[in-house]
Nanobody, 116 residues
Framework: EVQFAESGGGTVQTGGSLTLSCVASGFSFENHVMSWVRQAPGKELEWVSAMHRDGEIAYYADSVKGRFTISRDNAKNTLYLLMTKLKPEDTAVYYC?????????WGPGTQVTVSS
């Protein structure tokens, strides 16, 4: 069974930083592109970032480019998202997913709240 466990969220002030982690299980992590998506209250799901299997190629939404950095540790089946210069509009529940598009299944997600 494919499972994800996201962690690392919290409440920070504008301009702060957080690092999210996602531990994956139930599939061959090293053979899949992995991505992050987020869901803000009352808004549609937003794709945030994706990383190629080998960790060499990354993609970012324009809204986070230059502020967020995706990375992965295939030995630990773990995906990361370093978020810097956080803005109130980054407030959302963040999920990791298998594949470029960020489609389900997801884990429970981790809440990120950025206060102004």
């Amino acid at each position: 069974e494919v499972q994800f466990a996201e962690s690392g969220g919290g409440t920070v002030q504008t301009g702060g930083s957080l690092t999210l982690s996602c531990v994956a299980s139930g599939f061959s992590f090293e053979n899949h592109v992995m991505s992050w998506v987020r869901q803000a209250p009352g808004k549609e799901l937003e794709w945030v970032s994706a990383m190629h299997r080998d960790g060499e190629i990354a993609y970012y939404a324009d809204s986070v480019k230059g502020r967020f950095t995706i990375s992965r540790d295939n030995a630990k089946n773990t995906l990361y998202l370093l978020m810097t210069k956080l803005k109130p509009e980054d407030t959302a529940v963040y999920y990791c997913a298998r594949g470029y598009s960020g489609a389900p299944p997801w884990g429970p997600g981790t809440q990120v709240t950025v206060s102004s």
